[in-house]
């Protein structure tokens, strides 16, 4: 994971008076899964919805895949893949449907079978959209990131609302995922989970990055400065607990 797939240098975003983005600058290696992490309102949501070409910059530069978003946003398109929200679906058509709707907008040819079988829905092929439960909801979502077979893809707080079941599968999903060579960018306001899946990230605050490494490297820095928890760190947690009692094996609505 040493080559550099996504460059950002010195990104500004302005809206009016409102300085949304001041400065930052970071690079993504390929292969990596790497996490942008702050509170509501840090600009993180904006940098990647830049990067994503969906919003325009006020100064900076930024590449992906060695394309320049200044010059060449038509091929930066083509190599990424962004998760929708669930609302970007048509609710009557059939998953199966759905694929092949996604296929043509990218003029490619999909396998839908294949596809669904890579996140675990195989079986809901000819099940409509509407009538999938949450977890499924997200796995078919991050589906769709991978049908234009992408470099990169843009997973915006993927396990959100989802029971502690459905977010580890989705946790492994993401995980193998990467195996494939792919690189991806998560958003998350669980730290947990950044500290599961992400090989580094990124501390977004104020439209700065006030901190940038791997998860284990940032947690030694904090001990060293002397920080202790309040309490005692149990070797488990509750949702271990309930994983332990109830098993891995999603539940369907």
Request: hydrophobic residues 35%.
């Amino acid at each position: 994971m040493n080559n550099v797939i996504i460059s950002v240098k010195d990104l500004h975003k302005k809206y009016g008076d409102f300085h949304a983005v001041k400065g930052i600058s970071f690079d993504v290696f390929e292969g990596e899964i790497f996490g942008l992490l702050g509170p509501n309102g840090a600009g993180k949501s904006t940098t990647l919805e830049i990067i994503e070409t969906l919003r325009p910059k006020t100064s900076g530069t930024i590449t992906v895949d060695g394309f320049d978003l200044d010059t060449q946003p038509a091929s930066i398109k083509k190599c990424i893949g962004v998760q929708l929200q669930t609302s970007g679906f048509y609710p009557g058509l059939n998953l199966t449907e759905l694929i092949q709707l996604f296929a043509g907008l990218y003029n490619e040819q999909i396998d839908a079978k294949k596809l669904l079988q890579q996140v675990n829905l195989e079986d809901k092929a000819k099940v409509e959209f509407k009538k999938l439960s949450g977890g499924q909801k997200q796995r078919f979502s991050i589906a769709t990131t991978l049908i234009n077979k992408p470099k990169v893809i843009f997973l915006d707080e993927p396990t959100t609302g989802l029971d502690p079941q459905a977010r580890r599968n989705l946790w492994q999903l993401i995980k193998d995922i990467q195996q494939t060579g792919t690189t991806i960018i998560i958003t998350t306001h669980y730290m947990d989970e950044a500290e599961i899946l992400c090989n580094r990230v990124a501390i977004v605050d104020n439209g700065q990055i006030i901190a940038i490494d791997t998860p284990d490297k940032l947690i030694d820095n904090l001990v060293d400065t002397g920080f202790e928890k309040p309490k005692e760190v149990k070797k488990a947690n509750l949702e271990d607990v309930f994983i332990h009692l109830t098993g891995h094996s999603i539940r369907e609505e």
